[in-house]
C-alpha cells in the first residue's frame, strides 16, 4: 500500500508531518492492507493562515484494487484531530464498500437468503 501526503503552503510540519501520516495511516488502515493499492492524503489550512476555531482539514482518499476510489474529509482545530477524524469516517467507508463488493461476488446476502 503507497501512501502520499500533500499540504497546501500553510500547514506546517514537513518531513517529520509526513512520517507520521504514514505512520498513522498504515496502521489504521493495516486491515484493508491486502484490497488498498493507494492512499492520498490531503491536509490544507482552510483559513490560509488565519486563526480560527476549525481551520484545518484532512481529506483522505483510499484506492481499491478493482474499485472506484473511496474519500473521507474532516475538519477541526488541529491538524492530527482532523487526520483522526477523516481516518475513522474512511475506515466505515471502505469495509462498506469492500462489504458490498463481497456480496456481488456471490456470498449470501440478506437479500438473497431464504
Known sequence: MQIQVHTNDHIQGGESLVRWVQEEATTRLARFREHV???EVFLSDVDGGKS???DKRCVIEARPAGRQPVAAHAEAPKVA???AAAADK???SLGDDIARAKDRQGRETIRTAE
Do not use: E, I
Open 81 to 83: 484531530d482532523a487526520f
Open 90 to 92: 474512511l475506515l466505515r
Open 37 to 39: 493499492t493507494r492512499v
Open 52 to 54: 480560527g476555531a476549525v
